[in-house]
T-cell receptor, first 111, second 111 residues
Framework: DADVTQTPRNRITKTGKRIMLECSQT?????MYWYRQDPGLGLQLIYY???????NKGEISDGYSVSRQAQAKFSLSLESAIPNQTALYFC??????????FGPGTRLTVL | DAKTTQPPSMDCAEGRAANLPCNHSTISGNEYVYWYRQIHSQGPQYIIHGLKNNETNEMASLIITEDRKSSTLILPHATLRDTAVYYCIVITQGGSEKLVFGKGTKLTVNP
């Protein structure tokens, strides 16, 4: 079984809809991250959490929110999706050594 | 300002060594050099990291210059499956700093 899973893997939605992307990990790591990747570009950090009670904004948090329900679960929400949020979204986990383990990604299309 | 500089693209023949350079002239004494790679649309994968000594694992070798201002990732016998974008990242360990993925080097391994 994969160490980091993301659901759904693909999602097509319409402008204005609320969307939740979910991430689960079995690594036992305290740190979890959400990244966004646009075609041909590097990864941009949206939010990160260093433990269950810790939530921090990354480079591009506007239009997004997160929930750390447990050590193993970190969800990303788009409150009102817009077309320029169409991207590939990755969840990752790490211990304090910065060796991050990434999930397979969620491809989100906002029409 | 970017902490690292990498060539945008490189080519390598299958079976030959791939040597990927990275400049990090402003690296501080407690910062490590991390390498990740991303195969097309998959989640990034950790490769190796080091502080000042050369490092080797089952995937690659990392050579860091004595002044630590540059490093080279070596894939000793590149295969077609090594075609990916390779990211060099400088970061401290254990703190609140986050990984910053730049544009990396697109390595193409040719048959």
């Amino acid at each position: 079984d994969a160490d980091v899973t993301q659901t759904p893997r693909n999602r097509i939605t319409k402008t204005g809809k609320r969307i939740m992307l979910e991430c689960s990990q079995t690594k036992g790591h305290d740190r979890m991250y959400w990244y966004r990747q646009d075609p041909g570009l590097g990864l941009q950090l949206i939010y990160y959490s260093f433990d269950v009670k810790d939530i921090n904004k990354g480079e591009i948090s506007d239009g997004y929110s997160v929930s750390r329900q447990a050590q193993a679960k970190f969800s990303l929400s788009l409150e009102s999706a817009i077309p320029n949020q169409t991207a590939l979204y990755f969840c990752a986990t790490s211990d304090f050594h910065n060796e991050q383990f990434f999930g397979p990604g969620t491809r989100l299309t906002v029409l | 300002d970017a902490k690292t500089t990498q060539p945008p693209s490189m080519d390598c023949a299958e079976g030959r060594a791939a040597n990927l350079p990275c400049n990090h002239s402003t690296i501080s004494g407690n910062e490590y050099v991390y390498w990740y790679r991303q195969i097309h649309s998959q989640g990034p994968q950790y490769i190796i990291h080091g502080l000042k000594n050369n490092e080797t694992n089952e995937m690659a070798s990392l050579i860091i210059t004595e002044d630590r201002k540059s490093s080279t990732l070596i894939l000793p016998h590149a295969t077609l499956r090594d075609t990916a974008v390779y990211y060099c990242i400088v970061i401290t360990q254990g703190g609140s700093e986050k990984l910053v993925f730049g544009k990396g080097t697109k390595l193409t391994v040719n048959p």
